[in-house]
């Protein structure tokens, strides 16, 4: 079975806004946020349904087994609604097609109770047992890594939940400042939402004067030094990414990558007849900021433009092949952007 037939965590939600409760949840995948927050929707809808506390319970796979799980979940309420079982670490199960306790049960549930498992990381085979026949019945779930336009669409959608709204290009701009993690998107956004008050719209202006306030540095700031070739400030700022921001050094690479590639574009992109908003899209990068990539592009030339970009190679190459200290890679890296 195909890895990519497997249901998004994205639509337990939406299931369970139309009514459909699931006696088993089996929730795999990478993104802890995605299971997370399915499981914070899963709550909200069955908690209401139980009537005593001890129908509520948490197991760990670490110190249990999957047979307690399953005797648990058959065993009656103490009260006359629904039980709740959320297993965590569920990954720490040795799951098998010969045990048949597990899947007996996933063929013939409680109507009264409600598992809910967390598998951190993936499932190899997804066509091996038990994981077929949980498929089958509908059980299984991936929460994938969001990337790109998933991502971006999310987080619109996330702040619309809040109420406020968000543009496509604010919303991609605010995930080249804060990066692809969820759980620190949500925390910025918190922020956010703080600083703009009774403002229905995350503006371009809230996204860099919050930035200011908190006197953080975002990517753009390093590209700013970098175009104005200010050598200092430019290892200053990135010193300060690497140490205080999630980016770690692989994300500054590769958004300085993304940089010097969108400059490369510059030249066709101003002989075209493409609105502003379009060719900064397609330069990746916020209007705002696309004045600036011109006259960067300008000031670097195609020759140091191409030689930036064989030695952000270089630095990926030796990030992931050796043993050199980060902040050296990135002092070296600099330097040899900056090189005439």
């Given at each position: 079975?195909?890895?990519?037939?497997?249901?998004?965590?994205?639509?337990?939600?939406?299931?369970?806004?139309?009514?459909?409760?699931?006696?088993?949840?089996?929730?795999?995948?990478?993104?802890?946020?995605?299971?997370?927050?399915?499981?914070?929707?899963?709550?909200?809808?069955?908690?209401?349904?139980?009537?005593?506390?001890?129908?509520?319970?948490?197991?760990?796979?670490?110190?249990?087994?999957?047979?307690?799980?399953?005797?648990?979940?058959?065993?009656?309420?103490?009260?006359?609604?629904?039980?709740?079982?959320?297993?965590?670490?569920?990954?720490?199960?040795?799951?098998?097609?010969?045990?048949?306790?597990?899947?007996?049960?996933?063929?013939?549930t409680s109507d009264l109770t409600v598992i809910v498992f967390l598998y951190e990381g993936n499932?190899?085979?997804?066509?091996?047992?038990p994981f077929k026949t949980l498929l089958k019945q509908n059980?299984?779930?991936?929460?994938?890594?969001?990337?790109?336009?998933?991502?971006?669409?999310?987080?619109?959608?996330?702040?619309?939940?809040?109420?406020?709204?968000?543009?496509?290009?604010?919303?991609?701009?605010?995930?080249?400042?804060?990066?692809?993690?969820?759980?620190?998107?949500?925390?910025?956004?918190?922020?956010?939402?703080?600083?703009?008050?009774?403002?229905?719209?995350?503006?371009?202006?809230?996204?860099?004067?919050?930035?200011?306030?908190?006197?953080?540095?975002?990517?753009?700031?390093?590209?700013?030094?970098?175009?104005?070739?200010?050598?200092?400030?430019?290892?200053?700022?990135?010193?300060?990414?690497?140490?205080?921001?999630?980016?770690?050094?692989?994300?500054?690479?590769?958004?300085?990558?993304?940089?010097?590639?969108?400059?490369?574009?510059?030249?066709?992109?101003?002989?075209?007849?493409?609105?502003?908003?379009?060719?900064?899209?397609?330069?990746?990068?916020?209007?705002?900021?696309?004045?600036?990539?011109?006259?960067?592009?300008?000031?670097?030339?195609?020759?140091?433009?191409?030689?930036?970009?064989?030695?952000?190679?270089?630095?990926?190459?030796?990030?992931?092949?050796?043993?050199?200290?980060?902040?050296?890679?990135?002092?070296?890296?600099?330097?040899?952007?900056?090189?005439?």
């Open positions: 079975m195909a890895k990519s037939k497997v249901p998004s965590v994205l639509e337990i939600k939406t299931e369970l806004k139309s009514k459909i409760i699931k006696p088993v949840y089996f929730i795999f995948g990478e993104d802890s946020f995605g299971a997370n927050e399915a499981l914070k929707e899963i709550k909200k809808v069955v908690e209401p349904l139980i009537d005593s506390d001890f129908d509520k319970e948490t197991y760990y796979a670490s110190n249990c087994s999957l047979a307690d799980v399953i005797n648990a979940a058959r065993t009656f309420p103490f009260g006359g609604g629904k039980k709740l079982i959320i297993v965590k670490n569920a990954d720490e199960f040795k799951f098998s097609a010969k045990d048949e306790t597990f899947l007996n049960y996933i063929k013939s499932i190899s085979r997804i066509d091996s047992e059980y299984l779930y991936e929460s994938a890594e969001l990337k790109g336009e998933s991502l971006n669409k999310w987080l619109i959608q996330f702040v619309a939940e809040k109420n406020k709204k968000i543009s496509y290009e604010n919303a991609s701009l605010l995930l080249e400042i804060v990066g692809e993690n969820r759980t620190l998107l949500e925390t910025q956004l918190e922020k956010i939402f703080e600083y703009i008050g009774e403002s229905d719209e995350i503006t371009f202006k809230a996204i860099e004067e919050l930035a200011t306030k908190l006197k953080t540095y975002t990517i753009f700031n390093l590209f700013n030094s970098i175009d104005k070739r200010n050598r200092a400030e430019s290892l200053k700022i990135a010193y300060n990414l690497l140490e205080k921001s999630d980016m770690g050094i692989i994300g500054i690479i590769a958004m300085l990558n993304k940089h010097f590639t969108a400059l490369l574009r510059i030249n066709d992109l101003e002989k075209s007849d493409l609105s502003l908003q379009e060719k900064a899209k397609i330069a990746g990068t916020h209007h705002f900021y696309y004045k600036g990539l011109v006259d960067a592009a300008r000031e670097f030339g195609i020759r140091r433009i191409s030689n930036a970009l064989e030695a952000i190679y270089e630095a990926d190459v030796q990030v992931k092949s050796s043993s050199t200290d980060e902040k050296t890679i990135l002092t070296i890296l600099i330097a040899k952007i900056l090189s005439e």
